[in-house]
């Protein structure tokens, strides 16, 4: 799996975020740093969503015509 994300170099760091997850941005000394981070924020969301996904339920409602 390849996860795309945005970078730059701010001074020494390397600043950058997951393109799915814009708001949550990280930075590394190096790239692989950078990049290991981004991997953590990955980690994250995806613990978040399965949490999410056991509490948010869909549902459907018609509206009368």
Do not use: C
Not at 37 to 56: G, P, T
């Amino acid at each position: 799996m390849e996860l795309q994300y945005t970078y730059w170099q701010d001074g020494t760091f390397f600043v950058g975020f997951l393109n799915d997850y814009p708001e949550d941005s990280t930075q590394g000394v190096t790239l692989l740093e950078l990049e290991e981070a981004l991997i953590e924020i990955y980690e994250v969301k995806q613990e978040e969503k399965k949490h999410l996904a056991a509490i948010r339920k869909t549902g459907m409602v018609k509206i009368p015509a």
